[in-house]
């Protein structure tokens, strides 16, 4: 690892700015920390409030991430107030929080995390801890007490992994005491731990024995195949992603359980030797490679016995019986430990299949996303750990005690609550423009994670951009689909599965509006509004339905019909005949659902000049076919209906969010209009 400190950028840093500096630095390597791993601290003399020299340890505070740390995000702790605890025989964790509470500079510093103490007690003026990977790796395997010393020497201090806390704190503050001159520490199963005068010594020595540690693991693998022979064979890229989102659904349906998840699938080199090869089934279920990860990835990950990957019924069949087995084995865990606490939601974060690669789940993509970095990292861990000696990890109980530590428990309350659509997955059609883009903008807005797709690949990645940029990183894709092209339509569902690992809701919305005369229409107008109108919902319904029911979650799918259908106009028949056969197909497919939980409803909007449909051509058009100027042919549509109302396109994703939420949970084959009330349009 190389060393990434410019002492000229450093040198004009007050102090504080150099520790936000290392931090950054440390935070910015992830062998070292990933996603809110590690913690840094300086001691300096500040003035409290009364003005008062003061000697304060600057921590990182909990819940913020190394590589975007700020000043602010370091609490201040009295050193006056905390170095008193090294006389305590033990603290429980709700004490010591009570206690560092009263010791903080100002009342809003950040809450500081369970390693403040151990930043307290250590004697030299800045301190770096960080999980680093090939630290974890030297030491969570069998010989790992020999390893650290051969690859860090003798004078790195060793401690047995023990929960953090205030006896961790208290461990290491005494034993560095008595071996000033140690390079660092080696916390085994947990991480790396260094120190000095200044940022550039603590840091330049987590680097030094980082390093250190990277370059023995790399002399024990060279040439060695530390996971072994290929047990499974890896299918190809075009058959493993054609399996993967086959399967995908089946997988998502069997972990949702009690809440539904979002998957993501990787399928890298080294994730597909580690899942195909002989030693996976033994080696990932020994246990985390620190206990940091524990409430990203659980304690083991699913691993999915798969002799032939191409047999995607056999695969599918696995996975049911896996995960039904990992939620037991999940049970029975929590019932050897058992806490005051309720059992945490018995599902896999990461799951291995042989052949094809590894899925990570979670409540959202981007808690999916750390599961699937920190195991990228973990398979990099076992693997040299593996090269030293037979992997090892945390003792159980101990793993269980980092998963149901109350403090994190704690913090899992603080978080808002979950919006109506979160943790679903939605694809809608069209949604480049008008209506479809406003029901993906507002199901996003409900929590939804949502697939944009309409014909030109550039506008739909617009709005997924758009939505990412409002909603978060991995919350929209944009994807080019024609819905009249069986084939497209197929891919697209396809990738919209192996993105997000399934599909709850369907919005049905692409549409045309040609307009004519019966006796003067051309064939070639009928045959294209019935492909777009009809065809294309029948095909992009047809694999929602597939997709949901491989799923067993049920579903919601809405289609976009018109008032047309009650109320058909003049000039309109090509568009009004392929609505009309869209609005039969709702109705089939809500019957032929029911049975699976999936329903099927539509809405009936009226006049929204939003619309992409409304051309400036079609605007003419319909005014000429109603009599009116085009010029005060949206004023003379408002003031035709009952609530003189401009319906817009907003109003209608109200309406679709309606339907597919769980709001109309017991509605099924309806239809709503959404068109200011038109009394020719009532349904009778
Ligand atoms: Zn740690």
Request: aromatic share 6%; hydrophobic share 45%.
């Amino acid at each position: 690892m190389r060393s990434l400190w410019e002492e000229a950028v450093a040198a004009t840093l007050a102090p504080l700015d150099q520790l936000v500096y290392m931090s950054r630095l440390i935070g910015a390597e992830p062998d070292l920390v990933l996603w809110g791993g590690g913690n840094t601290s300086i001691k300096v003399w500040e003035k409290d409030f009364r003005g008062r020299d003061t000697y304060v340890l600057r921590v990182k505070g909990s819940g913020s991430d190394m590589k975007t740390i700020e000043r602010k995000h370091f609490s201040g702790v009295r050193m006056e107030d905390v170095l008193p605890l090294m006389e305590r025989e033990d603290m429980s964790d709700e004490e010591m929080v009570a206690y560092l509470s009263c010791a903080l500079m100002h009342p809003s510093e950040p809450r500081g995390s369970i390693e403040t103490l151990l930043h307290a007690f250590l004697p030299a003026p800045v301190v770096a801890h960080s999980h680093a990977d090939a630290i974890v790796a030297l030491s969570n395997n069998t010989r790992g007490e020999e390893a650290v010393r051969e690859a860090l020497g003798e004078d790195v201090v060793r401690i047995p992994y023990r929960r953090p806390g205030f006896l961790l704190s208290k461990e290491v503050g005494l034993a560095v005491r008595g071996r000033p001159d140690a390079p660092g520490l080696v916390l085994m199963n947990h991480g790396l731990i260094t120190w000095g005068a200044t940022c550039r010594e603590a840091y330049e020595a987590h680097i030094a024995l980082t390093t250190r540690a990277e370059e023995y693991l790399a002399s024990r693998r060279r040439g060695r195949v530390v996971f072994g022979a290929p047990r499974v064979r890896a299918l190809a890229e075009g058959e493993r992603r054609a399996v993967a989102a086959q399967v995908a659904p089946a997988l998502r349906g069997a972990i949702s359980v009690p809440k539904r998840m979002v998957l993501r699938y990787e399928d890298g080199p080294e994730v597909l030797e580690f899942v195909s090869s002989e030693a996976a089934p033994r080696v990932s279920q020994v246990g985390a490679a620190t206990p940091d990860h524990i409430l990203n990835t659980k304690v083991l990950p699913l691993y999915v016995p798969v002799d032939d990957p191409g047999d995607v019924a056999g695969v599918i069949a696995a996975v049911r019986r896996s995960a039904a087995e990992w939620r037991a084995a999940y049970e029975a865990y929590y019932h050897r430990y058992r806490v005051d606490e309720p059992m945490l939601d018995p599902t896999p974060r990461v799951i291995l299949v042989p052949g094809l690669g590894m899925w990570t789940s979670g409540k959202d993509a981007h808690a999916a996303l750390i599961s699937a970095d920190i195991y990228r990292h973990t398979i990099r861990i076992l693997g040299d750990a593996e090269a030293v000696a037979a992997y090892r990890s945390l003792p159980e109980q101990d793993a269980f005690a980092a998963e149901y530590w109350g403090l994190e428990l704690y913090k899992l309350t603080l978080a808002p609550p979950e919006k109506e659509l979160a943790r679903r997955i939605v694809l809608v059609t069209g949604a480049a423009s008008g209506i479809g883009r406003a029901i993906a903008e507002r199901f996003a807005e409900e929590g939804a994670h949502v697939v944009v797709t309409d014909l030109d690949a550039n506008a739909c990645a617009a709005v997924a951009a758009g939505i990412c940029a409002k909603q978060g990183a991995g919350r929209a894709v944009g994807l080019a689909m024609d819905v009249t092209d069986e084939g497209a339509v197929q891919a697209g569902f396809a990738e919209a599965v192996r993105v997000f690992g399934g599909l709850d809701i369907l919005v049905s919305n692409a549409g045309i509006a040609p307009t004519g005369r019966i006796e003067e229409l051309p064939l070639g107008t009928w045959e294209r509004s019935l492909a777009v109108n009809a065809t294309g919902h029948f095909l992009v319904a047809r694999e929602a339905v597939r997709v949901m029911r491989a799923q067993g979650l049920g579903g919601s799918i809405v289609f976009n019909v018109t008032k047309n259908v009650t109320a058909p106009g003049a000039d309109f028949g090509a568009y009004s005949c392929a609505k009309a056969a869209q609005y039969q197909l709702a109705r089939i497919l809500a019957v032929e659902n029911g049975a699976f939980g999936i329903r099927v409803n539509m809405v009936n909007p009226d006049a929204v000049f939003e619309a992409g449909l409304w051309t400036p051509e079609l605007k003419a058009e319909r005014a000429r076919a109603k009599g009116i100027p085009v010029e005060q042919f949206e004023e003379a549509i408002r003031q035709s209906n009952l609530l003189r109302a401009a319906v817009l396109a907003r109003d209608v994703a109200e309406a679709a969010l309606f339907f597919a939420s769980d709001r109309s949970a017991k509605t099924t084959g309806a239809f709503l209009p959404v068109d200011g009330g038109l009394r020719e349009a009532f349904p009778r």
